[in-house]
């Protein structure tokens, strides 16, 4: 079995900055991709940004420039670095990860994580 743990929400007035981080952990082969999602009540979950194992990232249009996603291979952990927090960024963030696993290396899975929630006041 494989867990995602999240950490680093919370409150924050717009134009701060806020970093998330999520530790996976469990019987992991290998982790071809990590990214986070954010939803809204009432809203459909959606892709804020992605990072590959071999670093390549990609982001929904509204983060890019504010949002910046990193790993650390060594840790199976991903980072979310956001800058210039906007009101409309207001949401409950998960962790996602593709994870091949000891017993399904070649399969991955999709794990997630509990959510985290990020609010920004106007």
């Known amino acids: 079995q494989v867990q995602l743990v999240e950490s680093g929400g919370g409150w924050v007035q717009a134009g701060g900055s806020l970093r998330l981080s999520c530790a996976a952990s469990?019987?992991?082969?290998?982790?071809?991709?990590m990214g986070w999602y954010r939803q809204v009540p009432g809203k459909e979950r959606e892709l804020v940004a992605r990072?590959?194992?071999?670093?390549?990232?990609n982001y929904v249009e509204s983060v890019r420039g504010r949002f910046t996603i990193s790993r650390d291979n060594s840790k199976n952990t991903v980072y979310l670095q956001m800058n210039s927090l906007k009101p409309e960024d207001t949401a409950v963030y998960f962790c996602?990860?593709?994870?091949?696993?000891?017993?399904?290396?070649?399969?991955?899975?999709?794990?997630w994580g509990q959510g985290t929630q990020v609010t920004v006041s106007s």
């Open positions: 996602n990860a593709e994870v091949g696993t000891i017993t399904h290396p070649t399969s991955p899975l999709t794990y």
């Open positions: 469990g019987f992991i082969f290998s982790i071809p991709a």
């Open positions: 990072i590959t194992s071999l670093g390549k990232t």
